[in-house]
């Protein structure tokens, strides 16, 4: 029986999936290894009858610069108690080559670890895919999709941020990124937004939604003071996973949990929660400002990958070969700024649990201290007296006072 790769896309969609996809699939045809694709990631893999489809050249030459995924994803969870070496054995699979975030990359270290407990030699190469940017890569490399989805985000919010000047009015736009603030901060950096809220920030004190309007109100006052009557505040959804339940539950916000334990963010307009909270807050105020939610999220997910990612993710794709022929096994594939390939091992990145941890922004970084520090606009002590005329405690806004730097 010929010798046969298998490989499945698990999470939410990144520009740039189908690049890897086709890209492994060609240099291990030129092998003579079958291809095997996985629909709905995990999902079917330990059933009786797995979703699967045959890759050929034809059809990867066809999908690599495509957005979405050629290969239905699944945030499906398998238990331990699920495996078994089926699939594997049947089909003369050599490797697994496994697409996805820190969910995926956690579940294919469980697996490898369980096919070489059962003396089944399956190599298992994870390619590190998230729009968040969030797996625990060397410094200075994204994840794949991040680019991309950043680019896009950027092209939204460019045009948000012209409506808010040709109206008049605030914007409180939300980005994607689940616990980190890459996307968020990326984006509203790229747009010389006066506000960027993210997780990370709050490394002295707790995120509350008391703490983030106080953050936008206090650039609305400082962009009064400057005679500048609009602008607009992006945050991060990653705030909601670092509240506490009780935090959650008193703003009147309902969730629902995905496979992993995750709310379900999508379930809701997080711009919308935080925009009729700060109407409610700017009311009280009397600020006179109208502000408006937008959400940048699924319209970045499947766009078709910018010239990075679509050679980024070719780089990835070739590079797992590269890995598989060195024996190399439970890695993640790493294709650095130069473009060499370097295996991450999962071992190197896991916790106590066997979870990969994930990379949050970098607030003691130099870049991250130049957007924060003289990027955006915000009440300081110099501003106590001029931001009076608007509120009658201007310390309360200040933006080091309220996260406690």
Not at 184 to 202: D, K, L, R, S, V
Not at 295 to 304: A, F, H, K, L, S
Request: hydrophobic letters at 40%; charged letters at 25%; glycine letters at 8%.
């Amino acid at each position: 029986m010929k010798e046969s790769i298998a490989i499945l896309a698990g999470g939410g969609p990144a520009p740039g999936i189908n690049s890897v996809i086709a890209s492994v699939a060609k240099v291990f045809l030129k092998d003579g290894y079958r291809i095997i694709g996985l629909h709905e990631g995990y999902k079917t893999l330990f059933t009786g009858s797995p979703k699967t489809i045959d890759i050929d050249f034809e059809m990867a030459d066809r999908i690599h610069n495509q957005g979405g995924s050629f290969l239905i994803m699944s945030r499906h969870k398998p238990k331990d108690a699920d495996f078994n070496t089926d699939f594997f054995v049947s089909n003369n699979v050599k490797l697994l080559v496994t697409i996805g975030g820190d969910d995926t990359a956690s579940t294919a270290n469980r697996i490898s670890k369980f096919l070489a407990a059962n003396n089944v030699k399956i190599q298992n190469i994870h390619v590190p895919k998230t729009i968040d940017n969030d797996l625990p890569l060397p410094d200075g490399i994204p994840t794949f999709g991040y680019q991309s989805a950043k680019q896009e985000g950027v092209r939204l919010a460019t045009t948000v941020y012209e409506d808010a000047r040709t109206s008049g009015n605030w914007f409180v736009v939300s980005a994607m990124g689940r616990e980190a603030g890459h996307l968020a901060f990326g984006i509203g950096a790229a747009c010389h937004y006066p506000m960027i809220i993210i997780p990370e920030m709050f490394n002295k004190t707790e995120v509350t939604f008391d703490r983030i309007l106080r953050l936008v109100i206090s650039s609305m006052i400082k962009r009064k003071i400057l005679g500048i009557s609009y602008g607009v505040a992006i945050i991060s959804e990653g705030v909601f996973h670092f509240m506490t339940d009780d935090e959650i539950t008193s703003s009147g916000i309902h969730f629902t949990f995905d496979d992993h334990g995750h709310p379900e963010l999508g379930n809701v307009s997080k711009a919308h929660i935080f925009n009729e909270l700060l109407q409610k807050k700017t009311k009280e105020l009397k600020l006179n400002v109208k502000s408006r939610p937008v959400e940048i999220g699924y319209e970045v997910r499947c766009v078709q990958p910018i010239a990075f990612d679509m050679l980024y993710c070719a780089l990835m794709g070739i590079g797992v070969k590269h890995l598989f022929d060195q024996g190399l096994t439970s890695c993640m594939v790493v294709s650095g700024p130069n473009g060499d390939i370097t295996p991450l091992y999962l071992k190197d990145v896991e916790d106590e649990n066997g979870k990969v941890k994930p990379r949050l922004v970098n607030m003691d970084g130099q870049k991250s201290k130049m957007v924060f520090e003289d990027s955006l606009q915000y009440i300081e002590p110099a501003d106590y007296e001029a931001a009076r005329k608007y509120v009658s405690d201007p310390e309360n806004y200040d933006f080091r006072k309220i996260l406690n730097w």
